[in-house]
């Protein structure tokens, strides 16, 4: 990933959220709730500009952070998104209505790897977003690839976790050395699929960006 001088500097050149985005960055940063890093959604958001996509499919609501962003940046998209924690979901629920985008944004509960019929009905999508368990994130691709349009994107946070995926440093814990190894696993048969082309962005903690052939 960058330096840390070269990060800070890019973040430094981010304009400050204001309004309900600034609240739920603060309650993200107090209460230890994952969302993406600045420079990480920033690159997203550009690419999805870029892309002008209908459709929508985020893997991972956790407090409705991204989705809120991708929404005010895309205010002609439809963002379907899914979650499996009940707090999390609901305190989604109230930003997004506090926000007005609620017509803009579908909120589906539940375990992404059992959501498929119910994202069925909203297929296809332009881009999917995941960012949900990380020890999952092959089944997520391959579940949710097949209501991807072609030539749509795939982008997957998290994906040099900390910069661990190629740090040799010695990890004391066994779940984050299991975890480790299944993001590496992750990332090197991504790279290799066939139906896809894929990047790994060393920005935010890594984003991986996959074009449908």
Same mark, same amino acid.
């Given at each position: 990933m960058?330096? =840390?001088?070269?990060q800070?500097?890019?973040d430094?050149?981010?304009q400050?959220?204001?309004?309900?985005l600034a609240?739920?960055e603060?309650?993200?940063?107090?209460?230890?709730v994952?969302?993406m890093?600045p420079?990480?959604?920033?690159t997203?958001?550009?690419?999805l500009?870029?892309q002008?996509?209908?459709?929508?499919l985020?893997?991972?609501t956790a407090?409705?952070?991204?989705?809120?962003?991708?929404?005010?940046?895309?205010p002609a998209t439809?963002?379907?998104t899914l =979650?499996?924690?009940?707090?999390?979901?609901?305190?989604?629920?109230d930003?997004i209505?506090?926000s007005g985008l609620?017509?803009?944004?579908?909120?589906i509960?539940g375990?992404?790897?059992?959501l498929?019929?119910e994202?069925?009905?909203?297929?296809?999508?332009?881009?999917i977003?995941?960012?949900?368990?990380k020890g999952?994130?092959r089944?997520?691709? =391959?579940?949710?690839s097949?209501?991807?349009?072609?030539?749509?994107?795939i982008?997957?946070d998290?994906v040099?976790?900390k910069?661990?995926v190629?740090?040799?440093?010695?990890?004391?814990s066994?779940?984050?050395r299991?975890?480790v190894?299944k993001?590496?696993e992750?990332?090197?048969w991504?790279?290799?699929?066939?139906?896809y082309?894929t990047i790994?962005l060393?920005?935010?903690?890594g984003?991986?960006?996959?074009?449908k052939?």
């Open positions: 960058l330096n =840390e001088k070269l800070d500097y890019i430094s050149l981010i400050p959220r204001q309004g309900i609240e739920m603060e309650y993200a940063e107090i209460n230890g994952p969302i890093e420079a990480g959604i920033e997203m958001l550009q690419l500009r870029l002008q996509p209908d459709a929508i985020e893997v991972g407090i409705g952070y991204s989705a809120l962003r991708m929404a005010f940046a895309l439809k963002i379907v =979650e499996r924690d009940e707090e999390r979901f609901n305190l989604a629920v930003y209505k506090r609620q017509r803009q944004i579908v909120q509960k375990d992404a790897l059992e498929e019929p994202v069925s009905e909203y297929a296809p999508f332009d881009a977003f995941i960012d949900a368990a999952q994130y089944r997520f691709f =391959e579940i949710y097949r209501v991807l349009k072609p030539g749509g994107l982008i997957t998290n040099l976790f910069g661990h190629y740090d040799n440093h010695v990890i004391e066994k779940r984050i299991s975890l190894k993001i590496d992750f990332n090197r991504l790279s290799s699929h066939p139906e082309d790994i060393p920005i935010g903690d984003v991986a960006v996959s074009k052939r």
